[in-house]
């Protein structure tokens, strides 16, 4: 099918209302609201220049067309705002989780850079204030949400899924420019990937039984193949605890569950943005005699943030920080 990429500003987008109400001429038709209430933009399309301004991108399946060279670009997920921090690249717009301010563990790196608003929803008027000339955005966008934000400029539905942060970054390094970039850090980290398995199948660490939760409001365990599970039992090599094989999405567990399964390291995440309503509860869990009956709190080895507990898990950047943050703090 033919592509097509819409070329309007945010005041274009003003004066063609104006216009309407004025000219009787003018088709005085608008599309539908999305059920979701998406912010719709207006339907004035260009047909794309010839093809020695456009290529090809291959991702996960789908051909996409884009500029031959992008030079502006909107991360509107929080999986391409990781991947922008690992290529040192600086997006035009970002998203945050409260649509005003870049979150902290990415701050330094993507300082500068627009907010666009809120990662459910991000606004299409900040968007095409802009120009970009590609937005990258997130799987868990429905069809309706894809569309509008296809009106903008290509757009790319970045996956969340934690198995495909490769083939992220190396979209990323594509469109940025930075393909070296991206692939040196896929190989460097594949190297210390190897020297940690070979480390840890030479210690103690072996045979552990190792559980990753995440505090909210509660205690939260995710299957083997999601957030930050994909490193430890994926990447590292440690076993898949027999208790995770009947997950199947975020589980809440108690802690007399967690004694149950007396897990020999236990790696404990926890954000205030996400416990807004229960700030006291990390200190809560640390001091419950319950949680402390575990074989990994009697030998110290509960480890609280290794890394942010706001980032992703299944991202260039989750992994080498997750990786090196293992080595310094765990595998000693």
Not at 225 to 245: K, R
Not at 280 to 291: R, Y
Request: proline share 4%; net charge negative.
């Amino acid at each position: 099918m033919k592509k097509y990429r819409t070329l309007i500003s945010a005041g274009a987008i003003a004066l063609m209302l104006a216009a309407c109400t004025a000219d009787e001429e003018v088709d005085s038709s608008s599309a539908a609201e999305s059920e979701n209430k998406t912010e719709q933009v207006s339907n004035v399309e260009k047909p794309v220049a010839d093809e020695a301004t456009e290529r090809k991108i291959s991702y996960l399946g789908n051909d996409y067309e884009v500029p031959a060279k992008v030079e502006t670009i909107i991360a509107a997920s929080l999986e391409a705002m990781e991947d922008a921090a690992v290529l040192g690249v600086k997006p035009a717009g970002v998203i945050s989780m409260d649509g005003k301010t870049i979150p902290k563990y990415l701050e330094s790196d993507l300082a500068g850079a627009t907010v666009v608003g809120s990662k459910k929803e991000p606004s299409t008027e900040a968007m095409l204030s802009l120009n970009p000339e590609a937005i990258l955005g997130t799987s868990k966008w429905d069809e309706a949400q894809m569309s509008n934000y296809n009106k903008i400029a290509t757009t790319f539905p970045y996956s969340h899924i934690s198995t495909n942060w490769k083939e992220n970054l190396l979209l990323f390094g594509q469109l940025a420019g930075k393909e070296s970039e991206a692939q040196k850090a896929l190989d460097d980290y594949d190297a210390k990937l190897a020297s940690t398995k070979e480390s840890i199948a030479n210690s103690e660490l072996k045979d552990k039984k190792v559980v990753i939760i995440r505090v909210r409001g509660g205690l939260s365990v995710y299957p083997a193949g999601v957030y930050l599970n994909p490193s430890i039992y994926e990447d590292f090599g440690f076993t898949v605890p027999e208790e995770l094989n009947s997950i199947e999405a975020q589980t809440m567990i108690t802690y007399e569950t967690l004694t149950e399964w007396n897990p020999d390291i236990i790696f404990l995440q926890y954000a205030d943005d996400e416990n807004k309503d229960t700030p006291e509860l990390l200190q809560e869990i640390l001091d419950n005699p319950i949680f402390n009956s575990t074989t990994a709190a009697k030998t110290n080895n509960v480890h609280v943030n290794l890394i942010d507990a706001m980032a992703q898990g299944g991202t260039a950047w989750s992994k080498i920080n997750f990786l090196e943050a293992f080595n310094e703090n765990v595998l000693k």
